[in-house]
Nanobody, 122 residues
Framework: QVQLVESGGGLVQAGGSLSLSCVASGRTLSINVMGWFRQAPGKEREFVGHFSRYSAYAYYADSVKGRFTISRDNAKNTLYLQMNSLEPMDTAVYYC???????????????WGQGTQVTVSS
């Protein structure tokens, strides 16, 4: 089993920045990819980006490309999400996810964090 614990998030004004962290513990060697998803009220869970263990670069959804940056510290089993130029449409619960296959669909990921709220006011 793998446990994912997120931290960060909160309330910020439009145009501001926030950062999230996700620490993985347990059978972390079984994880090839870690990613971020988000879910706004009444909407489906949406892919934000992921970072494969074997890649030098993160992969992003078009909606966040150029504004969000994902980084990964393999030694610390930690995934980071730096969010800049935040907009009210970015308001959602953000989830960390981990699995064996790099994909953009939530069903592909085996492990999930508890989620952390990000609220962007206009």
């Amino acid at each position: 089993q793998v446990q994912l614990v997120e931290s960060g998030g909160g309330l910020v004004q439009a145009g501001g920045s926030l950062s999230l962290s996700c620490v993985a513990s347990g059978r972390t060697l079984s994880i090839n990819v870690m990613g971020w998803f988000r879910q706004a009220p009444g909407k489906e869970r949406e892919f934000v980006g992921h970072f494969s263990r074997y890649s030098a670069y993160a992969y992003y959804a078009d909606s966040v490309k150029g504004r969000f940056t994902i980084s990964r510290d393999n030694a610390k089993n930690t995934l980071y999400l730096q969010m800049n130029s935040l907009e009210p449409m970015d308001t959602a619960v953000y989830y960390c996810a981990a699995g064996a296959v790099a994909a953009t669909t939530p069903q592909t990921y085996t492990y999930w964090g508890q989620g952390t709220q990000v609220t962007v006011s206009s």
